[in-house]
């Protein structure tokens, strides 16, 4: 069965720090990996994906991910968060089945 | 065009009540999937239709749930016996259904809380 670590639960930073947040999934196949975001008051979004190709993905509003198979993550960078960047972060993978499977999810708050 | 939808946005129900949760996905899209997410969780897979039919239904918690598609488009999740264990957001995503490596689209969810 797959599975999906996210070990940072909350993250508080300033505006401008840098960002990131680390995903470890569990799964014996080829993966397709994920980053979606939930907004407050908003639906969830897809940020970035993996599917196949360059390990290093770039997603929406200066997010990218790096696909590390030998360490089984795919962990979330973005260079300088900004305080709209204050969001719930989910990993997830899926295989040839089509369902997703989520981490529990990180929150991000950012200080002005 | 539109997103998936889903209604209704709340629902409070009391426990041992039968409720329907629906959702309208994204037009032309095959594939639909229901989650279900508790407090302080990621969402959890729950069933998944390609067309009218459900490919997948190991998400299921137990048969007091059930899902269906008729004309492959809007899906209805049917909760019988409700508990209070029951309280979640359920969401539908949709996606084209041509491949599985494919975008799933969520909808804002519904809020079900059992009193």
Known sequence: AQSVSQHNHHVILSEAASLELGCNYSYGGTVNLFWYVQYPGQHLQLLLKYFSGDPLVKGIKGFEAEFIKSKFSFNLRKPSVQWSDTAEYFCAVSGTASKLTFGTGTRLQVTL | ?115
């Open chain 2, 1 to 115: 065009g539109a997103g998936v939808s889903q209604t209704p946005s709340n629902k409070v129900t009391e426990k041992g009540k039968y409720v329907e949760l629906r959702c309208d996905p994204i037009s032309g899209h095959t594939a639909l999937y229901w989650y279900r997410q508790s407090l302080g969780q990621g969402p959890e897979f729950l069933i998944y239709f390609q067309g009218t039919g459900a490919a997948d239904d190991s998400g299921l918690p137990n048969d007091r749930f059930f899902a269906v598609r008729p004309e492959g488009s809007v899906s209805t999740l049917k909760i019988q016996r409700t508990e209070r264990g029951d309280s979640a957001v359920y969401l539908c995503a949709s996606s084209p259904g041509r491949l599985y490596q494919e975008t799933q689209y969520f909808g804002p969810g519904t809020r079900l809380l059992v009193l």
